[in-house]
Nanobody, 118 residues
Framework: QVQLAESGGGLVQAGGSLRLSCAASGSISNIFAVGWFRQAPGKQRDAVATIRSDGRTSYDDPVKGRFTISRDNAKNTVYLQMDSLRPEDTAVYYC????????????WGQGTQVTVSS
């Protein structure tokens, strides 16, 4: 079982930056990928970015060129650097893991609120 804890959310003006952190603990050796997701009020939860154990990354189209996902293996932490933030980026951001052999993400963190003012 993997436990995840997100941090780094807050209130920022449009055009600003935030860095989110996702700290993992527990059975982390079986992690294939870590993903960041977000859910705005009244909307479904969408994938934002993922990073695989081999280092490959992927991004949802709305954040390409503005967000960067990275990891620090020594700290068991995955980051989401968010630049050029827009009001439409406002949401609760979650991280989750995809275990080896699984096709879905699980072990969701509690989420961190990101609010971008115009």
């Amino acid at each position: 079982q993997v436990q995840l804890a997100e941090s780094g959310g807050g209130l920022v003006q449009a055009g600003g930056s935030l860095r989110l952190s996702c700290a993992a603990s527990g059975s982390i050796s079986n992690i294939f990928a870590v993903g960041w997701f977000r859910q705005a009020p009244g909307k479904q939860r969408d994938a934002v970015a993922t990073i695989r154990s081999d280092g490959r990354t992927s991004y949802d189209d709305p954040v390409k060129g503005r967000f960067t996902i990275s990891r620090d293996n020594a700290k068991n932490t995955v980051y989401l650097q968010m630049d050029s933030l827009r009001p439409e980026d406002t949401a609760v951001y979650y991280c989750a893991v995809q275990s080896t052999g699984r096709t879905t993400f699980s072990s969701w963190g509690q989420g961190t609120q990101v609010t971008v003012s115009s």
